[in-house]
């Protein structure tokens, strides 16, 4: 298990950017697949981009390609989410989990961190 701890979630104009921070525990950081999600107000949590262990390849979803990239620094055992060109319906809470594979379903991720909440004005 891994232990996640979002932070940098605020509020935004829209056009404005954003980075979110995901520090994780443990020593094995390097070893997991990380992956963002958002849940928008009254909607299901839904799938925004993933990274594997190495850094080497990422996804995205459509709605944010372009604008959003995920990174990590398996050193400092965080991943990250710059959120650029930010829209009034990015506004979600916005959650890192951890899993084994790559995957953009969230029923595969076994660790989960509390959520920050980002709020983007029009």
């Known amino acids: 298990q891994v232990q996640l701890v979002e932070s940098g979630g605020g509020l935004v104009q829209a056009g404005g950017s954003l980075r979110l921070s995901c520090a994780a525990s443990?020593?094995?950081?390097?070893?997991?697949?990380m992956g963002w999600f958002r849940q928008p107000p009254g909607k299901e949590r839904e799938f925004v981009a993933v990274i594997t262990g190495s850094g080497l390849f990422t996804y995205y979803a459509d709605s944010v390609k372009g604008r959003f990239t995920i990174s990590r620094d398996n050193a400092k055992s965080t991943v990250y989410l710059q959120m650029n060109s930010l829209r009034p319906e990015d506004t979600a809470v916005y959650y890192c989990?951890?899993?084994?594979?790559?995957?953009?379903?969230?029923?595969?991720?076994?660790?989960w961190g509390q959520g920050t909440q980002v709020t983007v004005s029009s």
């Open positions: 989990a951890a899993t084994v594979r790559v995957t953009r379903n969230q029923n595969e991720y076994h660790d």
């Open positions: 443990g020593r094995t950081f390097s070893s997991y697949v």
